[in-house]
């Protein structure tokens, strides 16, 4: 009993990974060519992101680039909208750090994002957390607060 149990499981978690490989291969081939085409003039080099389509209708590609993550998202026209990685509260620049210590000593960071927008350009993404409630707040390196 107990080996026909081993090879049901065996089997099982062959048919998730299979499924999950498959579900990966769908949506490469549902990625629209302009998509394609805009990731590969932003990122030369950069030969297998991870694809997935957002509840904005945006495509996400997630890859590596000198061995961080990235996400990128792009509009079905093939435009950029954003590219954005997590970094360390230690890695945002000094003017940033003295904000946050001077309006949200408060505050929980629970995030740190580095983002490069079409529309805002550069900035820092820090989510904050109080008393159970999330909240952002996008800064530019010198302090300054964008939203």
């Given at each position: 009993?107990?080996?026909?149990?081993?090879?049901?499981?065996?089997?099982?978690?062959?048919?998730?990974?299979?499924?999950e490989?498959?579900?990966?291969?769908?949506?490469?081939?549902?990625?629209?060519?302009?998509?394609?085409?805009?990731?590969?003039?932003?990122?030369?080099?950069?030969?297998?992101?991870?694809?997935?389509?957002?509840?904005?209708?945006?495509?996400?590609?997630?890859?590596?680039?000198?061995?961080?993550?990235?996400?990128?998202?792009?509009?079905?026209?093939?435009?950029?909208?954003?590219?954005?990685?997590?970094?360390?509260?230690?890695?945002?620049?000094?003017?940033?750090?003295?904000?946050?210590?001077?309006?949200?000593?408060?505050?929980?960071?629970?995030?740190?994002?580095?983002?490069?927008?079409?529309?805002?350009?550069?900035?820092?993404?820090?989510e904050?957390?109080q008393?159970?409630?999330?909240?952002d707040?996008?800064?530019?390196?010198?302090?300054?607060?964008?939203?």
């Open positions: 009993m107990k080996r026909y149990l081993f090879i049901l499981s065996f089997l099982s978690i062959g048919v998730v990974s299979c499924q490989k498959n579900s990966k291969d769908a949506n490469q081939k549902l990625v629209p060519e302009a998509v394609k085409i805009t990731f590969q003039n932003k990122y030369p080099g950069e030969k297998d992101p991870d694809w997935n389509q957002d509840d904005h209708g945006y495509w996400e590609s997630h890859f590596k680039k000198d061995g961080e993550k990235y996400r990128a998202d792009f509009n079905t026209d093939g435009s950029w909208i954003e590219t954005e990685n997590s970094i360390k509260d230690s890695e945002l620049p000094e003017a940033i750090k003295k904000v946050i210590a001077e309006k949200y000593s408060d505050r929980e960071i629970t995030e740190v994002e580095h983002v490069d927008n079409a529309k805002k350009g550069v900035f820092y993404d820090v904050f957390k008393k159970g409630k999330n909240m707040v996008e800064f530019r390196e010198d302090g300054t607060i964008i939203n």
